[in-house]
């Protein structure tokens, strides 16, 4: 059995989550447990939401023969692709809006062996037009971006069986209950190399298990053991805080430490490493010349490593007294007209 069953009572409400070890599972995109979901609650005439990371099409393509994924020239992110109201697919970067052409074979090797990677709102309303002959409403941040718009989207709600949201709108109007809730992937924030991403996943889940007494829910996840998805699941907060805050306490993320990022770009590559080489032995010396012993200095490109044609990179202070070492690096260094940015309260360090 690929999956865990954990039932919840919520003003005297009985609710089953469903976690969905997808490890185990033919497919990286609908379970099992979820197909037969669907079906179970379509006959029944009952009401889905299936949340989707991101909106358009697809999120890449990729070549099967040597693994080439294009990406955008201005941006180190893969092209996106998306449908217009034509149905023509064109491809372009989410963050710098560039156009591209959908090409027919790999740009390196040639090889027609393409093919798209991971579903997104377009193309999971294509599958259930596929696989279950309905229509599914697409609800995206431009259909709910007004009070009108929120008006009419909710009208067309009680029409469609099938509801496709993006995580970023995972709160439906109150007046709608849904019946089955399908997270296709659970384990969104973990993707994100950040000491918030475990607490962001949590509640990610947590929020839409409580806003939702009504519904059953199919939590699919490539990472069930995570300690953030399986308190989310039981509901229960305080487990997940006592585990969390061991994990900040032992690498020293606040509150048990101080957090300092420093940003440098550059549109020339090699200006970046010998800008950011010089920074980092600057303030190894200045760390030992004043006996600031516990501090913890690391260079690292961000998440995105590229954006808008500039490349960048951090610097990484962490460990107590990060604001005091930091008034003699103002001071010595003179960051600011060197073209760093500071974050000297850093929440996040992607």
């Known amino acids: 059995?690929?999956?865990?069953?954990?039932?919840?009572?919520?003003?005297?409400?009985?609710?089953?989550?469903?976690?969905?070890?997808?490890?185990?599972?033919?497919?990286?995109?609908?379970?099992?447990?979820?197909?037969?979901?669907?079906?179970?609650?379509?006959?029944?005439?009952?009401?889905?939401?299936?949340?989707?990371?991101?909106?358009?099409?697809?999120?890449?393509?990729?070549?099967?023969?040597?693994?080439?994924?294009?990406?955008?020239?201005?941006?180190?992110?893969?092209?996106?692709?998306?449908?217009?109201?034509?149905?023509?697919?064109?491809?372009?970067?989410?963050?710098?809006?560039?156009?591209?052409?959908?090409?027919?074979?790999?740009?390196?090797?040639?090889?027609?062996?393409?093919?798209?990677?991971?579903?997104?709102?377009?193309?999971?309303?294509?599958?259930?037009?596929?696989?279950?002959?309905?229509?599914?409403?697409?609800?995206?941040?431009?259909?709910?971006?007004?009070?009108?718009?929120?008006k009419k989207i909710t009208e067309s709600i009680t029409d469609h069986q099938i509801i496709i949201w993006t995580s970023l709108l995972a709160t439906p109007p109150s007046t709608i209950n849904f019946d089955l809730i399908i997270f296709l992937n659970a384990d969104l924030w973990l993707n994100i190399p950040d000491y918030t991403s475990a607490e962001r996943n949590f509640y990610f889940l947590y929020e839409a298990f409580v806003k939702h007494p009504t519904a059953n829910f199919i939590v699919q996840s490539f990472n069930p053991d995570q300690y953030s998805i399986r308190n989310a699941c039981r509901m229960n907060k305080e487990k997940f805080y006592e585990e969390d805050t061991v994990f900040r306490n032992v690498n020293g993320y606040p509150p048990f430490g101080e957090l300092c990022v420093i940003l440098y770009k550059n549109e020339i590559e090699e200006s970046l490493y010998t800008k950011v080489d010089t920074l980092h032995k600057d303030l190894l010396y200045l760390k030992e010349k004043y006996e600031f012993k516990n501090i913890e200095i690391y260079s690292t490109p961000p998440l995105i490593y590229k954006m808008f044609g500039k490349y960048r990179y951090n610097i990484i202070l962490k460990w107590p007294n990060v604001r005091q070492f930091m008034d003699i690096i103002f001071t010595k260094l003179n960051l600011a007209k060197k073209w760093f940015k500071v974050d000297w309260m850093a929440e996040s360090i992607v």
């Open 1 to 150: 059995m690929n999956y865990e069953r954990f039932d919840h009572t919520i003003h005297t409400i009985k609710k089953s989550i469903f976690l969905v070890n997808m490890t185990k599972e033919i497919t990286p995109y609908f379970s099992q447990l979820a197909i037969q979901g669907i079906e179970k609650y379509l006959k029944q005439g009952k009401k889905i939401w299936i949340l989707v990371n991101k909106k358009w099409y697809t999120g890449g393509i990729m070549c099967q023969e040597c693994g080439h994924i294009p990406k955008c020239k201005n941006c180190s992110v893969s092209i996106s692709y998306h449908k217009l109201v034509s149905w023509d697919t064109i491809g372009l970067c989410h963050i710098c809006k560039t156009q591209y052409n959908v090409p027919t074979s790999c740009p390196v090797c040639n090889s027609a062996k393409i093919k798209d990677f991971w579903l997104w709102t377009q193309k999971v309303a294509e599958y259930v037009k596929n696989e279950y002959g309905k229509d599914a409403l697409i609800i995206e941040s431009e259909t709910v971006n007004s009070p009108n718009k929120i």
